[in-house]
């Protein structure tokens, strides 16, 4: 591996978009994931914003699995027992943003990245980085040593490795929220039909108020092809142990409201997961890059967590992209510091 340009740590968005990017660019990249392939571990809401990114990764969208175009905007204000909606659609909203499911998305990107020449190692975690008079040279996988110009870090929300190379702080409670989420499976025409949708068509829908049991955060129901994503976000600070709920209880009580419920009879239950959610983590970052070291994604602190609006798949791309091109600019110069 003498002559590796760039190791990437994580196959996540920010990941992906940083190896890919370097392979077109014909530089040698090697991108390390720990799950059983890029995907398998990561979560989200399911909306991406894909007008800011298309530019940065273009013609690559023609063939990607994207579920439905978000057409529709609804949010929700909940009391215990009441709760008043309000609906916005416009031809405006067209092609800005799509609900995807991440497990096909991520593995789609993966084939991309490989086809543009990168490897990509699954089921390979990276432990350590290797250093050498501060400078970062590679890094450490399995025992195994591997040496490289540059590494990009993009493991994501905790990024344990952005902490060794002395770029950020850890993750705080008060800086976290945690995400509950369930792919319910209807069938196409049924998602249509129960949210007043054409083909092809798809509705983004957050809630707030009296179902987040007073902690900070809100529910959202994306609609997929022919399931829907449906979850909660809670901040991790505000929950105190002597709450009478454990926090998974809160997306089970939002699925028996009077106003959920019906929107998912008869469901089959596809995917359940929970995931950690930055909030203002960028104030954890002390510096995006260091000597032969970038940080990119939610590693970077690049997410926007509003309780009910949930956003970082868009900037992960992005700063995987801007990540690759300042390697792209540093190789020319012969200088990775
Ligand atoms: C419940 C929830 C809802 C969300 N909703 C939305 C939404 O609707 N729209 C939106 O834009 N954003 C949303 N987000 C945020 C968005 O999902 C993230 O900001 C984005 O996925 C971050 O991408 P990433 O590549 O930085 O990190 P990740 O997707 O977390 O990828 C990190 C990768 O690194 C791998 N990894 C970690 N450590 C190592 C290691 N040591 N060695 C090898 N591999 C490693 C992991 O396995 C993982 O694959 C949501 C997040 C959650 C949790």
Not at 77 to 83: C, G, I, R
Not at 142 to 153: L, R
Not at 238 to 258: G, I, S, T, Y
Request: proline share 4%; hydrophobic share 45%; net charge negative.
């Amino acid at each position: 591996m003498e002559g590796l340009d760039a190791i990437v740590v994580g196959g996540g968005l920010a990941g992906l978009a940083a190896a890919y990017t370097l392979a077109r660019e014909g530089l040698g990249v090697i991108l390390f994931e720990r799950g059983d392939h890029p995907g398998s571990k990561n979560v989200t809401g399911g909306r991406l914003y894909l007008d800011p990114v298309k530019p940065l990764l273009d013609g690559l969208w023609k063939e990607a699995p994207l579920e439905r175009q978000v057409t529709k905007e609804r949010i929700t204000a909940m009391t215990e027992d009441s709760s008043v909606t309000f609906e916005f659609s416009s031809e405006r909203l067209k092609g800005h943003s799509y609900t995807i499911l991440r497990s096909p998305f991520d593995r789609w990107l993966a084939e991309k990245v490989t086809q543009a020449g990168a490897f990509i190692v699954p089921q390979r975690k990276v432990t350590d980085l290797l250093m050498e008079d501060g400078r970062v040279v590679g890094v450490k996988a399995d025992e195994e040593e591997i040496p490289a110009s540059v590494v990009i870090i993009a493991d994501g929300v905790l990024s344990p490795l952005g902490e060794k190379a002395g770029l950020r702080r850890p993750l705080e409670a008060g800086r976290a929220a945690v995400g509950f989420k369930e792919v319910i499976k209807l069938g196409e025409e049924e998602v249509s039909r129960r949210f007043g949708l054409r083909k092809g068509e798809g509705l983004a829908h957050l809630f707030f108020g009296a179902i987040t049991k007073g902690i900070f955060g809100g529910g959202f129901l994306y609609t997929n092809r022919e399931s829907i994503s449906l979850g909660m976000v809670v901040g991790i600070g505000d929950f105190r142990e002597e709450m009478p709920f454990e926090m998974p209880q809160v997306l089970e009580d939002f699925k028996a409201r009077a106003e959920i419920a019906p929107l998912i009879e008869e469901g089959e239950l596809l995917e359940y997961s929970a995931h950690i959610i930055p909030e203002g983590a960028y104030r954890l970052v002390k510096r995006l890059y260091g000597d032969g070291v970038l940080l990119a994604g939610d590693a970077a602190g690049f997410a926007l967590n509003h309780g009910i609006t949930v956003r970082g798949m868009d900037f992960a791309l992005a700063s995987g992209v801007l990540a690759a091109r300042a390697v792209r600019e540093a190789k020319k110069r012969g200088d990775f510091s």
